[in-house]
């Protein structure tokens, strides 16, 4: 019926240290909707902060007009509410503002009921020398992989 959408934070997981995920609905317009389900979205340079009311927000976030919308299209970076338990959105705001921590979006993504998912995590901010530990580490595990196919 239709088809999967999984829309990535490819930085992400380089430049921060995951601390814990949660999975938050989003909400949207009509056309927002509509263009996610096509793939036109970006969450490269997206970020979620917290409202004075203590609402959770996604800022930045990039969803394409939607090409067949007319005067009612949505703005492609407005800030979009995120959805969580009062308890979890609790235990985050603490975290974010005690202990410095950020929060940031991993996937766009659609669950079976067809709604719009967004899984983001609660994450500290890598130094240089952690970044490029990460590129060694990558680089050698690679490299094992390629020793290990070619005595297969």
């Known amino acids: 019926m239709q088809k999967n959408i999984n829309i990535q934070n490819k930085k992400a997981r380089f430049q921060y240290e995951i601390i814990d995920k949660y999975t938050a609905g989003i909400v949207l ?3 927002e909707i509509k ?5 036109k979205a970006s969450i490269a340079e997206s970020f979620c902060e917290f409202n004075e009311r203590g609402e959770l927000f996604v800022v930045n976030m990039y969803i394409e007009e939607y090409a067949f919308g007319t005067h009612y299209n949505h703005k492609p970076r407005s800030t979009r509410k995120l959805l969580l338990n009062k308890k979890e959105l609790r235990s985050l705001h603490k975290s974010v503002k005690n202990a410095g921590l950020t929060i940031v979006p991993l996937r766009l993504f659609l669950n079976e009921k067809g709604l719009a998912k967004l899984s983001i995590a ?7 020398h952690d970044k490029r530990e990460t590129i060694k580490d990558r680089d050698n595990k690679r490299n094992l992989e390629r020793i290990k196919k070619s005595f297969n």
Request: charged share 25%; hydrophobic share 35%; aromatic share 0%.
């Open 29 to 31: 317009t009509g056309t």
């Open 35 to 39: 263009s996610i389900r096509l793939s």
């Open 122 to 128: 609660l994450a500290k901010g890598k130094k240089v």
